[in-house]
């Protein structure tokens, strides 16, 4: 089996805040039921935890978190993350960040392309173009199609947005490394499925697939 570099880069930390408990116990319940490997997962990670729902107002700060942590390792994003949320004096919203210049930005640590990104999230909140206070009205492939107008905003960072802001509970995140990895060794596969082999693979959790990706990357820590 290929080596699991990578599987530990950032993932949602939760991703059901507005399912409530006794409904994520029957999902937990039912995908534990249907199979074994992910009954096993189920008794050694427990469920899910769940998260807050996240106010309209923090959409913005979530969607650009996401942003910074594109392509990078949980540590190192993290401090990024930090510095830029410091240098917004806390205050992460579309108004602050195009009231900051771009070379503060680029000081935090962002690279030139993750600073664009978040100063046209911005400019675009800004427009109305990207309407995050209406977005959980759509579906989830509206979402992605929405979202990814942004620059520097692809399906992979649209997608941890479905599942750690909006909570939606069946997005398949085809492009994560970790997921893919993840059920290779849970379901121990002699490589690593590529998206379109996981697609079909995961076709038979249907409406959970939110939470499989979420013992996904549990698997893909195990040692």
């Known amino acids: 089996m290929r080596a699991y570099a990578g599987s530990r880069r950032w993932h949602p ?17 039912e995908l534990a039921g249907a199979d074994p490997v992910l009954s096993g997962l189920v008794e050694r990670h427990g469920p899910p935890p769940a998260r807050r729902r996240v ?9 650009a978190r996401n942003i910074v942590y594109q392509q990078l390792a949980g540590r190192a994003a993290a401090s990024i993350h930090g510095r830029f949320v410091d240098a917004l004096d806390g205050d992460v919203c579309a108004a602050r960040v195009l ?15 993750k600073a664009a990104s978040i100063l046209d999230l911005a400019d675009k909140v800004a427009a109305g173009e990207v309407a995050l206070d209406r977005i959980g009205r759509l579906s989830d492939d509206e979402v992605v199609t929405h979202l990814t107008v942004v620059r520097g905003v692809g399906p992979w960072t649209a997608q941890m947005f479905l599942m750690s802001t909006l909570s939606r509970l069946d ?11 993840g059920f290779a060794r849970a379901w121990g596969l002699s ?33």
């Open 191 to 223: 490589d690593v499925p590529v998206p379109k082999e996981l697609e079909v693979l995961g076709e038979p959790f249907r409406p959970y697939r939110s939470l499989v990706a979420w013992y996904c990357w549990r698997a893909a820590d195990e040692r």
């Open 171 to 181: 997005v398949w995140p085809l492009g994560d490394y970790g997921v893919r990895a």
């Open 13 to 29: 930390p939760g991703i059901i805040g507005a399912v409530p408990t006794t409904s994520l116990t029957t999902a937990v319940s």
């Open 55 to 63: 106010p309209v107002d923090r959409r913005f700060g979530d969607l």
């Open 99 to 113: 009231a900051t210049p771009q070379p503060v930005l680029r000081s935090c640590g962002l690279s030139g392309s």
